[in-house]
């Protein structure tokens, strides 16, 4: 079955930068777009989830406008794995990150993982 494991949040000073890995695992992993999302503090699970950054199979990436310039998506097709590397990190930052997948321009799954932590102190 589809699996999402995402890693590597912690506590960070704003300013600092921290490397977020999802592994995929149950998919063709090559084949899809991959995407980051958030979920800010306070909000319920699944509701306004915010899609930070994206990566298509052929490497063409998309940020949204509030992390251009400091966050970096990359994917390793070999390890079904994809990173998101943030630095100068803002408090504004802090959420649960979570990746997703989508064929296409098809929706993104309702498949996720159970998301990493980022917390970023001023």
């Known amino acids: 079955q589809v699996q999402l494991v995402e890693s590597g949040g912690g506590l960070v000073q704003a300013g600092g930068s921290l490397r977020l890995s999802c592994a995929a695992s149950?998919?063709?992993?090559?084949?899809?777009?991959m995407g980051w999302y958030r979920q800010a503090p306070g909000q319920a699970p699944g509701k306004q989830r915010e899609?930070?950054?994206?990566?298509?199979?052929?490497?063409?990436?998309n940020y949204v406008d509030s992390v251009k310039g400091r966050f970096t998506i990359s994917r390793d097709n070999a390890k079904n794995t994809v990173y998101l590397q943030m630095k100068s990190l803002k408090p504004e930052d802090t959420a649960v990150y979570y990746c997703?997948?989508?064929?296409?321009?098809?929706?993104?799954?309702?498949?996720w993982g159970q998301g990493t932590q980022v917390t970023v102190s001023s």
């Open positions: 899609l930070v950054a994206s990566i298509t199979s052929g490497g063409s990436t």
């Open positions: 149950g998919i063709i992993f090559s084949m899809y777009t």
């Open positions: 997703n997948f989508r064929y296409g321009s098809n929706p993104w799954s309702n498949h």
